[in-house]
């Protein structure tokens, strides 16, 4: 009997206790709670993977009996699909529920989504944080006064990879964006952020769905330091085109949103006709910035008294069992559901003081949002993903991590603290212990194909010869001229006229100088192209004032001769064949030079043209020869204009020449040897000068070597046929007076001989 009773007892406690928690629980509120989330999304972010971390994070704050007295979170899931009209519908659904009355909003997690809901959020007094999106116009409280988010915007990113940039000197870069709404203000933060960086924008392009012209600007552009700012399915697009226009390969590298799925190339895509391998080798070594949303601190405690590690592991489970994907930015979600547990527990305490409570909350009354908004913005915890604070736009400023794709998957390299950056303690870049960036053949890329401009000079040996070759020739040529005034009374010697042949030595000293200025450039550094042009200017008026003076001597000596020997009227001519009536001639041909040459150059002055030849390979870079050539506006109008005078006065030399040829007064007619000289020089210089003009702008040893072979060729051959003829004369002979010259002979010309011509006053 007192064991019946005993157990009677106990029953009735059992009941008691079970009546008294149906009690405590019917007690409880529930605080509902829109949760959107996007799951069936055929195109940009897919938040599905972020579901089991809210799930997981729900339970963890409803099993707290020191948090939320009296009250449940309960979460009404809505698939937004990563669009406008379905959040909004969401939205409606969710709003028109007399049975569920949401107190705050959890998401969307694409901004496409989100921006829309947080525009309107606040006309029913609803709080709302997001846990990743990045949108940067979701910082303007104007618009979006009631949006909080956990993540940073996706400007956070443009910080980050700007850091990159400065940090491998790429000065050069493009952009390519998919056209959204969040890309385009992202790549408007990013543009301004390149220009104030002094980083050119080569290109900054966008598509929808085809993105082949996009690669074909890149590659006529030579980019390669691509920005890429959109959804993975568009960047397995873009890296599809890349690989068939064959726009891939280690010298570029794609700088990528650090957030796409694990292994994102291998996503199946219908609308991709690439293979996987294939979108993998286009992407290369690619770089990326992801924010650092696990928590770098796994073993410390965090608000749900377990550590990152642990808390890992229960997602991971969670998210097996609910059969979704992994998403990285599950510890954003999880954090975002404990930001509101602890917001709306901070908030009863307040709402007591004002005799308020949550179930006060109401879509038309704005007393219990007051005390939320302060809440939340005055929330800081440990969570999952690192210390939980926000800033006066609602919106945390986190670490990201540098990544890069090394062999079979990505490697966190570095850690990007915007901290650092802000206090200008470092560039923000921070290279993790035993990583490193891996580049092929051990340099990063470049931003653009390394030029070297290589400027071809002679050779110094060429050089060496030819100047020495041209001082023996103005040795040789000081020494005629010696030879000349110290024989001048021998009758040979003064009956070839010594003092236009003085003039003559004089000319072809100036040819021989001209040598040295052809090949002057070897003597200039790179920096002195002023000095060049002027090096132009000085040879082409010595030149040319040096060939009329050499060439003009002769012939005009030989027009003396054919006018002595073809002239019926001898007896008045003689009086005008003196030698100062030579020089007078001569200086007639001189004026003419020197008055072509000013108009020349004052209209269209010679210059230094760097000439760049086509370039070749070498370790990575390509080398480009350049060449110094002298130039100007219509140089070969003007140069073929300055030939063809020169050519007449040859042709007149030739004509003299073979008119005197049969005079037989060999000390007073040069016609034979001004005849070879002539041919030399015409012989000489149409070889030479098809193939100076040739390879003038290809080799410049070849250029030089054929300028300066002519030039000493066929003035020391002329200046050899000239003199060495009267030195044998002179040894040969011995001295004899002008009166007894045996070289006083008659002429067997087919012109009329004239009797006096011996008596000539030849000065």
């Avoid at 920005?227 to 990528?256: Q, T």
């Amino acid at each position: 009997m007192q064991c019946y009773s005993c157990k009677a007892t106990l029953c009735i406690s059992l009941l008691i206790g079970s009546l008294f928690l149906s009690v405590v629980q019917s007690a409880t509120v529930d605080l509902n709670v829109g949760a959107y989330f996007e799951f069936n999304t055929t195109s940009g972010w897919n938040s599905a993977g972020v579901w089991p971390a809210v799930h997981l994070a729900a339970e963890h704050v409803n099993q707290r009996s020191d948090l939320l007295p009296g009250y449940k979170l309960k979460l009404h899931r809505k698939d937004t699909r990563c669009s406008d009209a379905y959040a909004i519908k969401a939205l409606i659904e969710q709003l028109s529920d007399p049975l569920a009355s949401i107190v705050a909003l959890l998401g969307p997690g694409c901004s496409i989504a989100a921006e829309p809901v947080a525009s309107v959020a606040h006309f029913w007094n609803l709080i709302q944080v997001s846990y990743s999106a990045g949108s940067p116009r979701l910082s303007d409280k104007s618009r979006y006064p009631n949006f909080f988010r956990i993540n940073a915007d996706e400007t956070n990113f443009n910080v980050a990879i700007v850091a990159l940039l400065k940090r491998f000197n790429w000065s050069r870069v493009a952009v390519v964006k998919q056209d959204e709404g969040i890309f385009n203000d992202v790549n408007e933060d990013l543009q301004a952020m390149l220009k104030k960086e002094g980083i050119t924008l080569i290109a900054a392009n966008s598509f929808v769905d085809n993105p082949d012209n996009v690669i074909k600007d890149l590659k006529e552009k030579d980019a390669r330091i691509i920005i890429s700012l959109m959804y993975e399915d568009r960047c397995r697009k873009l890296m599809c085109s890349a690989y068939k226009n064959d726009f891939y390969g280690p010298h570029l590298v794609w700088l990528l949103r650090g957030w796409y799925t694990e292994q994102w190339w291998k996503k199946y895509d219908p609308d991709v006709n690439c293979a996987a391998d294939e979108i993998k080798q286009t992407a290369g070594d690619y770089l990326a910035t992801e924010e650092i949303i696990f928590s770098t601190n796994r073993n410390a405690k965090t608000v749900a008294d377990l550590t990152p590690n642990e808390l890992g592991h229960l997602y991971e489970a969670r998210r097996q069992n609910l059969s979704e994907q992994e998403n990285s930015y599950a510890p954003y979600g999880y954090d975002a559901i404990w930001c509101l547990a602890l917001a709306l527990n901070r908030s009863i305490a307040v709402l007591a003081k004002q005799n308020f409570s949550l179930t006060n909350f109401s879509y038309k009354s704005n007393e219990v949002l007051d005390v939320l908004y302060e809440s939340v913005y005055n929330t800081k915890f440990h969570g999952m993903s690192g210390y939980v604070q926000f800033n006066k736009n609602g919106e945390r400023k986190n670490k990201m991590w540098i990544e890069q794709m090394q062999g079979a998957k990505e490697v966190r390299v570095g850690i990007y603290d915007p901290l650092l950056r802000l206090n200008f303690v470092t560039d923000g870049l921070t290279i993790l212990p035993n990583k490193s960036f891996q580049w092929p053949g051990g340099k990063h890329p470049t931003d653009q194909l390394i030029k070297i401009y290589h400027r071809q000079r002679i050779n110094t040996t060429l050089f060496i010869v030819m100047v020495v070759l041209a001082f023996v020739g103005i040795l040789m040529a000081l020494s005629f001229l010696i030879f000349n005034i110290q024989n001048r009374a021998y009758s040979y010697i003064k009956m070839s006229s010594p003092n236009i042949n003085n003039i003559m030595v004089v000319g072809c000293i100036m040819c021989y100088s001209c040598v040295f200025l052809f090949g002057a450039g070897i003597l200039l550094e790179s920096t002195q192209v002023d000095t060049y042009s002027t090096i132009c200017k000085v040879r082409l008026w010595v030149m040319t004032v040096g060939f009329t003076v050499a060439y003009g001597a002769m012939f005009v000596k030989t027009w003396r001769v054919y006018r002595i020997f073809t002239n019926t009227q001898m007896t008045r001519e003689l009086g005008a064949l003196r030698d100062r009536h030579l020089v007078g001639i001569l200086v007639v041909l001189v004026v003419v030079d020197l008055v072509y040459l000013a108009v020349w150059q004052s209209m269209f002055p010679l210059t230094t043209d760097i000439k760049e030849l086509p370039g070749y390979m070498e370790e990575g870079a390509i080398v480009i020869p350049v060449l110094w050539v002298c130039d100007c506006e219509h140089l070969t109008t003007w140069l073929g204009c300055l030939h063809a005078y020169k050519g007449l006065l040859l042709v007149i030399g030739l004509f003299l020449a073979w008119e005197t040829r049969n005079v037989s007064f060999p000390a007073l007619n040069d016609s034979k040897q001004i005849g070879i000289s002539v041919y030399n020089v015409v012989l000489c210089a149409s070889i030479a000068a098809p193939l100076e003009l040739a390879l003038s702008q290809q080799n410049v040893n070849v250029s030089f070597a054929l300028t300066g072979a002519v030039i000493n060729i066929c003035t020391s051959f002329s200046l050899g046929l000239l003199f060495f003829t009267k030195i044998h004369a002179i040894k040969v002979e011995p001295f004899t007076p002008h009166s007894q010259d045996p070289y006083r002979a008659s002429t067997t010309s087919s012109s009329r001989a004239h009797p006096n011509c011996p008596a000539c006053k030849c000065e």
